[in-house]
């Protein structure tokens, strides 16, 4: 049952609303003078506004012009009553918000139609509300998890690697990367062949593995090389080990580094040692096999093999909330955060153009850094078109999502060369953007 406000000074006009109101099994309650409207609304739950275009000292597009001013109410429904049919009149008042016009005299069959539309617009827009704002919490939720277990897992000595069903890395704690330092390149989404060629036999055996042999048990435990730098090898202790799901599988890779002492494959101990040892191990590699379970999970239901991009921003960055104060938004926030995407774009253009080529666009750095969606049509064209809008004051959401372009400039900085004319700026840019971000956010 909806609550409706009439706002009219024609007691005729009243009466007849709310009768048909009443028959359409709604309540309803009404004022003829525009000075009580906010009182009610403070005071009461509305979900419809009729709101009569002439009435005495404030008439009804000013009154509408206040109610969508007012940040509590400009969501409001509100429905404009006339017998004035001003092509004007119906302009100025869809302008200022009106959602729609009911003429008088009134029918009751184009009254009763015109409200019940309007209220099963917003039953949608209340549900829709209700989906973003309960998408909004759950993706908060999995951030939080996910940075938990990201600390967790980077304060590790053995390196800890998950792995997709194709065996393509999605997720590295610190000492992988510290360990795998020598590799060019981003290691995320690449395969485990690729990152650790010593594997590559493994892995082409794996995919023809039949799955009930891959359950709860190590593919293999063997002895690796892995190169630095500097020319030196260290010797690493590698573990594979199926993470298997209902509907998917992944892996889980460990390397235990010959310096870190407690490697669950001790050799040349007493037996009397053993025993009280390896139970402890396997405890604790229990317990790592459920930590990176989670994230994979985690990973997944983010819809984020892209860790990389999220760990490039500084933790307290990470943990900010995406929605920050409207009058900020409008006065520093929004500026900054177009400003940054062009400039990204802009050093990512120059550094991928050459004397013969034009260069990589903005649709390429949409698409690779798998931030933004693209969009190709027919002909082979592609279109970035949510990133467009971040490139223009005009055309900027209301909302921006300002976690998406620092990640985004991230990406940038991270893949071209450093030496290069825009580089510097674009660190500066981000960091201006940074700082605004925290005044604002505390």
Same mark, same amino acid.
């Given at each position: 049952?909806?609550?409706?406000?009439?706002?009219?000074?024609?007691?005729?006009?009243?009466?007849?609303?709310?009768?048909?109101?009443?028959?359409?099994?709604?309540?309803?309650?009404?004022?003829?003078? &525009?000075?009580?409207?906010?009182?009610?609304?403070?005071?009461?739950?509305?979900?419809?506004?009729?709101?009569?275009?002439?009435?005495?000292?404030?008439?009804?597009?000013?009154?509408?012009?206040?109610? $969508?001013?007012?940040?509590?109410?400009?969501?409001?429904?509100?429905?404009?009553?006339?017998?004035?049919?001003?092509?004007?009149?119906?302009?100025?008042?869809?302008?200022? +918000?009106?959602?729609?016009?009911?003429?008088?005299?009134?029918?009751?069959?184009?009254? $009763?139609?015109?409200?019940?539309?309007?209220?099963?617009?917003?039953?949608?827009?209340?549900?829709?509300?209700?989906?973003?704002?309960?998408?909004?919490?759950?993706?908060?939720?999995?951030?939080?998890?996910?940075?938990?277990?990201?600390?967790?897992?980077?304060?590790?000595?053995?390196?800890?690697?998950?792995?997709?069903?194709?065996?393509?890395?999605?997720?590295?704690?610190?000492?992988?990367?510290?360990?795998?330092?020598?590799?060019?390149?981003?290691?995320?989404?690449?395969?485990?062949?690729?990152?650790?060629?010593?594997? /590559?036999?493994?892995?082409?055996?794996?995919?023809?593995?039949?799955?009930?042999?891959?359950? +709860?048990?190590?593919?293999?435990?063997?002895?690796?090389?892995?190169?630095?730098?500097?020319? &030196? &090898?260290?010797?690493?202790?590698?573990?594979?080990?199926?993470?298997?799901?209902?509907?998917?599988? +992944?892996?889980?890779?460990?390397?235990?580094? /010959?310096?870190?002492?407690?490697?669950?494959?001790?050799?040349?101990?007493?037996?009397?040692?053993?025993?009280?040892?390896?139970?402890?191990?396997?405890?604790?590699?229990?317990?790592?096999?459920?930590?990176?379970?989670?994230?994979?999970?985690?990973?997944?239901?983010?819809?984020?093999?892209?860790?990389?991009?999220?760990?490039?921003?500084?933790?307290?960055?990470?943990?900010?909330?995406? /929605?920050?104060?409207?009058?900020?938004?409008?006065?520093?926030?929004?500026?900054?955060?177009?400003?940054?995407?062009?400039?990204?774009?802009?050093?990512?253009?120059?550094?991928?153009?050459?004397?013969?080529?034009?260069?990589?666009?903005?649709?390429?750095?949409?698409?690779?850094?798998?931030?933004?969606?693209?969009?190709?049509?027919?002909?082979? +064209?592609?279109?970035?078109?949510?990133?467009?809008?971040?490139?223009?004051?005009?055309?900027?959401?209301?909302?921006?999502?300002?976690? $998406?372009?620092?990640?985004?400039?991230?990406?940038?900085?991270?893949?071209?060369?450093?030496?290069?004319?825009?580089?510097?700026?674009?660190?500066?840019?981000?960091?201006?953007?940074? $700082?605004?971000?925290?005044?604002?956010?505390?």
């Amino acid at each position: 049952m909806a609550n409706l406000l009439i706002v009219d000074d024609n007691e005729q006009n009243v009466q007849q609303m709310q009768h048909f109101i009443r028959t359409m099994g709604h309540d309803s309650q009404f004022t003829m003078t &525009a000075e009580f409207v906010f009182d009610i609304l403070q005071s009461e739950r509305v979900d419809l506004i009729l709101l009569d275009v002439h009435l005495p000292k404030t008439n009804g597009l000013q009154l509408l012009q206040q109610i $969508k001013a007012h940040p509590e109410y400009e969501s409001l429904p509100v429905v404009m009553i006339t017998a004035d049919e001003s092509d004007q009149l119906l302009s100025d008042c869809l302008s200022a +918000g009106a959602v729609d016009f009911i003429h008088k005299p009134f029918r009751d069959i184009t009254f $009763k139609a015109r409200v019940q539309s309007v209220l099963k617009a917003g039953e949608y827009q209340h549900q829709l509300l209700l989906e973003i704002l309960e998408h909004k919490r759950t993706s908060s939720s999995l951030r939080a998890s996910r940075q938990r277990l990201t600390r967790i897992l980077d304060t590790m000595e053995e390196g800890m690697l998950a792995l997709d069903e194709k065996q393509n890395v999605i997720y590295l704690n610190q000492s992988a990367n510290q360990l795998l330092s020598h590799i060019s390149g981003k290691l995320l989404l690449r395969s485990l062949g690729d990152v650790l060629p010593e594997l /590559e036999p493994f892995c082409k055996d794996l995919q023809s593995t039949p799955e009930d042999f891959l359950s +709860g048990k190590d593919i293999f435990n063997m002895q690796l090389q892995i190169s630095q730098k500097e020319g &030196a &090898a260290i010797p690493c202790q590698a573990t594979l080990t199926p993470l298997v799901f209902p509907d998917e599988k +992944g892996w889980m890779v460990r390397l235990v580094a /010959e310096s870190f002492t407690s490697s669950p494959y001790p050799e040349n101990k007493p037996e009397s040692s053993l025993s009280t040892e390896l139970p402890a191990q396997q405890n604790r590699l229990k317990q790592l096999e459920w930590m990176i379970s989670g994230m994979w999970q985690l990973l997944k239901e983010e819809g984020a093999p892209q860790l990389e991009l999220l760990n490039t921003l500084p933790a307290d960055m990470d943990e900010m909330q995406e /929605e920050l104060p409207a009058r900020i938004r409008e006065k520093e926030l929004r500026p900054a955060l177009v400003e940054t995407l062009r400039l990204a774009i802009r050093t990512w253009e120059q550094n991928s153009a050459t004397a013969t080529s034009a260069g990589k666009t903005a649709e390429d750095l949409a698409e690779e850094s798998g931030l933004w969606s693209v969009y190709h049509d027919p002909d082979g +064209g592609a279109y970035a078109r949510t990133l467009a809008k971040y490139l223009s004051l005009d055309r900027l959401p209301r909302q921006p999502r300002w976690r $998406k372009v620092l990640q985004t400039a991230y990406y940038v900085l991270k893949n071209t060369p450093q030496d290069s004319e825009l580089h510097p700026r674009l660190s500066m840019q981000i960091e201006k953007l940074e $700082k605004l971000l925290r005044q604002v956010s505390f």
